[in-house]
């Protein structure tokens, strides 16, 4: 085999290459790891001088670190080293390589070019990427890629290690005491063309470092001229004190010495010859000096002697009563002051040691309990002091002038040394309960009552003005009750028996308030209304039950409703236990007569409806039916008034006589609103029949039958029987004229109505007569009656007629012929002549036409006594009443039992009972069960003759 000598030389040239590679970069490799470790670059933005230069400046400063554990100090050596060379390729910018500083946190305070130069130095570092080789530690020379690459590889390496070496030195740096980095941390000082720094430096920063040298501060102070070449290094060092220093031994009694002169001069009312925030840094000095609880317990001393001496001087004052207390007073005032003072010199000591510790009082409580203790634990003090404060009270409340001021110190003292309670409350709730028991008894039997109630008011007004001026929170309650219970719960029912009647009678509003609000105060208004309500129905049943009242007893009701309701509203604020009373006794007295009180309540109505009426106004009328109408709830026979109130209506309403037909309407929807619209069905139907009548005689008047009648004005009001009261029958000889007229309006009607029947009232007609005297004519306004009687002295001429001989021509019944006479003949206008003269009618009287007849007016009213109600009306009334109420009674009974089916005899009365509207006896129902027994509507059972059984 042969070999070619050129490829061989090619060959040996290349494993030369190689090896000598090889060689070079372990070379570097060995030099980097031993010869400069902890190293890192940091760009530094070339100075202006050096921007020109052809030469590349490298700084690198290498920093080597040693620290011993025993002193806790860092040796910290910093050199700069200066190589200038230049690449055969290009020229490179310069760079600093510059030591890791031993502190992660950047210098606070660093000047303004420092600042800058960091940022410079990152922006460099950034445009230094654009190459590989700007990226390593430091410039070496390019050989090859690989070289490069082991290089950046060690780089890593060795900041790795740098930062746990940072690690360790701070936490080496920050058991420096306080002092000394106050004194050396953010100092720098910076120039246009460089920068001197003087602390540690920020990481990354190219700031020189600042560490501990045995205790002492070393700064290293570069200085960058841009000069290139070597650059001067400057080295500025502050030792600490070399020796500790010392507090003198005397150094706690001689200050506490400062401040016992302050305090004794308070205590002593002298000038304080230190000014109070030298005493205060002084106080506060010793407690940094942990001398605070040896002061505390100094001033303890102090104060506790400076009040054993107020004790002796109390203990030396012989005078009583308020003299004593004017001096436990001032000095009880001086001591407050005092420890406000010294609190203030203390403040210090009370916030820190006192806030701090467990079982000490505060400054202020200190000198509070020392009072408590020294002073107010001495006998005869405390016993001078309760006693005069007792005496002035007693004083206060027999009117005699005392210092309240003075009171209220005393007890202000107590409550703030908590002695309040047990040694003032106590005691003075029990002499005022003493004191009120004496009052109570000598003024209840003195006074009157209005004037007892008015003192009592005038006592708790006091009391309350007492406490509000000088006692405390907690003995209101004690104290009012004192005057309550003495004066008002003892003495009420003696109170309410004594006087109640006569201040209810008398209408003094504001007695009977102050009497409801005094009673209040000690639950005592369940006895107000009892006397309220024995009052009520006393007064209201001499109301009722006198017949001879009856004529007023409905506005005597009305009256004396109207001033209770005016007690209840504003005496006893309208309460529901006094509405409830009110009412209950006006139903027990107004049913005590059963059907009076309705009946003349209907009456009463009817008397302020009629047209007559003209006292009323139409607001005043409203407000009387609204009055009325109360009244009206209470009435138990509400049937009663129906029946009057309906024969009451009827009048008015077929006679004209109704005031206004507004207040009719008004006052039947208030019933209906009341009673229900079955109450109101009939009254209803009066209103409905007078409007049909109105549109018949409309109808009548445009037919050709009203020109039958002549010169007659006929209106007829067409009624519905069921609706109207029933009248008796009133025969009577109608002139031939009416009569006529009748007759042919009643065919009309019956033309347009087929089936329907007209039956005529004459007791109901009236009319318009017009009379010739010969000293003038009027115009009568009579009943059909008047107007019959009247028309028969036509054909007399001067001759008189006799009374039988108008009873025979008339056929009028009797009784009603006399009230006609007596109407015409004896009554304000008189158009009949009576002889004999008297006020009665007999039988014997004769009349005749009366031709001297004279009246201012023209048109003259004839009737009121016709219109006069008689007994006969009431009693006919009254047996329409008992007529329906036995037909309701037997619906009710034959009701329940064709529910029922069978009932004894007690829970059928009670059923009764239940459903009736009206009061009703027993003996009554019990007669209206035999009446249906007896039509075999029900049966007794043959076993038990008290159980009933329906027939069906």
């Not at 000598?20 to 070339?46: D, E, G, I, M």
């Not at 620290?67 to 860092?74: D, Y």
């Not at 003090?381 to 005496?391: A, E, F, Y």
């Not at 004769?846 to 009213?861: C, G, P, V």
């Amino acid at each position: 085999m042969s070999i070619d000598t050129d490829a061989d030389t090619v060959i040996v040239f290349i494993l030369i290459v190689v090896f000598s590679t090889l060689f070079h970069l372990l070379a570097t490799y060995l030099h980097r790891f031993f010869f400069l470790p902890l190293v890192t670059t940091s760009p530094l933005k070339p100075s202006s001088s050096s921007s020109s230069s052809s030469s590349t400046q490298t700084s690198a400063v290498v920093a080597a670190r040693s620290s011993s554990l025993r002193n806790s100090s860092t040796i910290t050596t910093i050199t700069t080293i200066t190589t200038t060379g230049e690449s055969p390729s290009k020229k490179r910018k310069p760079s600093t390589i510059a030591a890791r500083p031993s502190d992660s946190s950047s210098i606070q305070g660093t000047s303004a070019s420092s600042s800058t130069s960091s940022a410079n130095q990152r922006s460099s570092s950034s445009s230094s990427t654009s190459s590989p080789s700007s990226a390593l530690p430091f410039k070496v020379l390019p050989v090859n890629s690989l070289e490069n690459s082991f290089a950046r590889a060690r780089d890593i390496e060795e900041q790795k290690r740098r930062r746990q070496a940072s690690k360790t030195l701070n936490d080496t740096d920050s058991m420096s005491t306080d002092s000394h980095n106050n004194l050396f941390a953010n100092a720098a000082i910076g120039s246009s063309s460089g920068g001197i720094g003087v602390g540690r430096a920020g990481p990354r920063t190219g700031t020189p470092n600042s560490t501990l040298v045995n205790g002492a501060k070393t700064a290293t102070v570069v200085r960058r001229t841009g000069v290139q070449g070597k650059q001067p290094i400057k080295k500025l060092v502050i030792k600490n004190f070399t020796v500790t220093p010392q507090l003198p031994k005397d150094y706690e009694l001689e200050t506490w010495k400062v401040l016992q002169e302050a305090v004794r001069a308070i205590q002593e009312s002298r000038p304080v010859p230190t000014s109070l925030e030298e005493l205060y840094k002084t106080c506060e000095n010793l407690c940094h000096q942990k001398y605070a609880d040896s002061t505390y317990n100094r001033l303890k001393a102090e104060v506790d002697s400076h009040v054993r001496t107020v004790v002796e001087s109390l203990s030396a004052d012989q005078t009583e009563k308020e003299p004593f207390l004017e001096h436990v007073h001032r000095a009880w005032t001086d001591h407050c002051r005092q420890l406000i003072m010294i609190r203030s010199i203390f403040l210090y000591l009370d916030r820190t040691f006192v806030l701090q510790t467990l079982g000490v009082s505060s400054i202020w409580e200190m000198g509070l309990e020392l009072w408590r203790t020294l002073v107010m634990s001495q006998p005869e003090i405390r016993s001078k002091v309760i006693g005069g404060i007792l005496s002035l009270v007693d004083m206060d409340r027999t009117g005699d002038a005392v210092s309240q001021p003075l009171i209220l110190s005393m007890l202000r003292m107590l409550s703030d040394i908590h002695l309040y309670t047990s040694l003032f409350e106590t005691p003075f709730l029990q002499a005022s309960w003493s004191f009120y028991h004496v009052e109570g008894g000598e003024y209840a039997t003195k006074l009157t009552v209005p004037e007892y109630l008015r003192h009592v008011n005038k006592r708790l007004k006091e009391e309350t003005h007492r406490f509000e001026g000088y006692l405390d929170k907690s003995t209101r309650r004690g104290l009012i009750s004192a005057v309550e219970g003495e004066m008002l719960q003892r003495w009420s029912d003696n109170l309410l028996q004594k006087g109640f009647e006569g201040v209810m009678v008398a209408h003094n509003l504001a007695d009977l308030k102050l009497w409801h609000d005094l009673l209040a105060r000690v639950n005592g208004l369940e006895k107000l209304s009892f006397h309220f309500g024995n009052y009520v129905k006393k007064t209201g049943k001499a109301l009722v039950i006198d017949p001879t009242k009856d004529d007023t007893m409905v506005e005597d009701l009305l009256t004396f409703k109207q001033g209770v309701d005016e007690v209840v509203s504003k005496c006893f604020n309208s309460s529901d236990l006094f509405l409830n009373v009110l009412k209950e006794c006006f139903e027990a007295f107004v049913n005590i007569r059963q059907n009076k009180p309705a009946e003349l309540v209907a009456k009463y109505l009817d008397l302020r409806l009629r047209s007559g009426n003209k006292e009323l106004s139409d607001q005043d009328l409203e407000s009387t039916l609204d009055r009325v109408l109360i009244l009206f709830r209470y009435i138990q026979g509400k049937d009663v008034f129906e029946a009057f109130y309906k024969r009451d209506l009827a009048k008015r309403l077929l006679l004209n006589k109704s005031a206004s037909f507004d207040a009719e309407k008004s006052m039947l929807s208030k019933l209906k609103a009341e009673c229900g619209a079955g109450f109101t069905t009939k009254l209803e139907g009066m209103f409905k029949d007078m409007d049909t009548s109105k549109d018949i005689m409309v109808n009548f008047r445009a037919s050709k039958m009203h020109n039958k009648i002549g010169h007659l004005d006929l209106h007829v009001n067409v009624l519905t029987q069921g609706n109207w009261p029933t009248y008796p029958p009133a025969e009577a000889n109608i002139p031939d004229q009416i009569s006529q007229c009748q007759e042919i309006f009643k065919e009309f009607y019956l033309s347009k109505h087929k089936g329907k029947r007209l039956n005529w009232q004459n007791s109901l007609g009236h009319s318009v007569v017009k009379a010739n005297f010969p000293l003038g004519t009027k115009e009568l306004q009579l009943s059909l009656f008047q107007a019959i009687i009247v028309l028969l002295f036509n054909d007399t001429g001067d001759s008189s007629l006799s009374y039988k001989d108008i009873r025979q021509q008339s056929n009028i019944e009797q009784k009603e012929l006399s009230r006609t006479l007596q109407s015409l003949a004896c009554g304000k206008y008189r158009v009949l002549v009576k002889s004999p003269k008297s006020k009665d009618v007999s039988e014997t009287d004769e009349f005749k036409f009366n031709k001297d007849f004279t009246a201012s007016l023209t048109r003259i009213k004839i009737n009121s006594i016709q219109l006069k109600e008689t007994k006969e009306e009431n009693a006919s009334t009254n047996e329409r009443i008992f007529q329906d109420r036995q037909f309701q009674v037997d619906a009710a009974i034959v009701r329940i039992m064709k529910t029922r089916k069978q009932l004894s005899h007690t829970l059928l009365i009670s059923e009764l009972f239940d459903q009736l509207k009206f009061a009703i006896k027993p003996t009554d129902l019990k007669k209206r069960i035999e009446s249906l027994i007896d039509r075999d509507y029900l049966e007794r059972d043959k076993n038990d003759q008290s159980l009933y059984k329906y027939v069906a």
